[in-house]
């Protein structure tokens, strides 16, 4: 049971362009929604994070967008480089308290590809 | 820096074989965690441990069970290895802070091949 859901599969992007890739979850519990990066050779590195209490969250050129009615989120890639070419993967877990201790439900990957 | 590292990056192991992957954390984190990954099904979890010898079964542990001796050191194993263990397997490890979610770090992960 996929508890989270992304899309798309794959992505290709301009160097300059805006990637945006979309997550869906069917949980009301989740309360904490991190994003992770993952180069080839490499494990997931956390790239932002939200909390359902915000709208919106910006780090640099990276974005999160969270719309707690419709239990969507998504990232935004701003001016998308090539070296921002990796695997992204949305997540989301439960307060960590109790006995969720922070699991973490992974959507199912995006392969996200700039081209110079 | 956070260093969580697997012991293998690469292993062939035979059907049957019974097959263990080794992760230590240096950060005295309380929780780990073991995922598997593969294409298509982003990561999925297997076991996770939230203390010494405390272990609870993820969303796919069939096949699979995990030893925590040491606060450092989380395992699986592979009782009897069966090719659709063919993954990734990745661990991670993070801090308890109570309610408070924190981040997760993530080993470099062990491509493992059963044949």
């Known amino acids: 049971q996929q508890q989270v859901k992304q899309s798309p599969q794959s992505l290709i992007v301009q160097k300059g362009g805006i990637s945006i890739i979309n997550c869906a979850y069917e949980?009301?519990?989740?309360?904490?929604f991190p994003w992770y990066q993952q180069f080839p050779g490499k494990g997931p590195a956390l790239l932002i994070a939200?909390?359902?209490?915000?709208s919106e969250k910006k780090e640099g050129r990276f974005t999160i967008s969270f719309n707690k009615s419709a239990k969507q989120f998504s990232l935004h890639i701003m001016d998308s480089q090539p070296g921002d070419s990796a695997t992204y993967f949305c997540?989301?877990?439960?307060?960590?308290?109790?006995?969720?201790?922070?699991?973490?439900?992974f959507g199912q990957g995006t392969i996200l590809t700039v081209h110079p | 820096d956070v260093k969580v590292t697997q012991s293998s990056r690469y292993l062939v192991k035979r059907t049957g074989e019974k097959v263990f992957l080794e992760c230590v954390q240096d950060m005295d984190h309380e929780n780990m965690f073991w995922y598997r990954q593969d294409p298509g099904l982003g990561l999925r979890l297997i076991y996770f441990?939230?203390?010494?010898?405390?272990?609870e079964k993820g969303d796919i542990p069939e096949g699979y069970s995990v030893s925590r001796e040491k606060k450092e050191r989380f395992s699986l194993i592979l009782e009897s290895a069966s090719t659709n263990q063919t993954s990734m397997y990745l661990c991670?490890?993070?801090?308890?802070?109570?309610?408070?979610?924190?981040?997760?770090?993530f080993g470099q992960g062990t491509r493992l091949t059963v044949v």
């Open positions: 441990s939230y203390d010494v010898k405390m272990k």
């Open positions: 997540a989301a877990s439960m307060n960590a308290g109790g006995t969720s201790y922070g699991k973490l439900t």
């Open positions: 939200i909390r359902p209490d915000v």
């Open positions: 949980n009301s519990a989740f309360d904490y």
């Open positions: 991670a490890s993070r801090r308890d802070r109570g309610r408070l979610n924190t981040e997760a770090f």
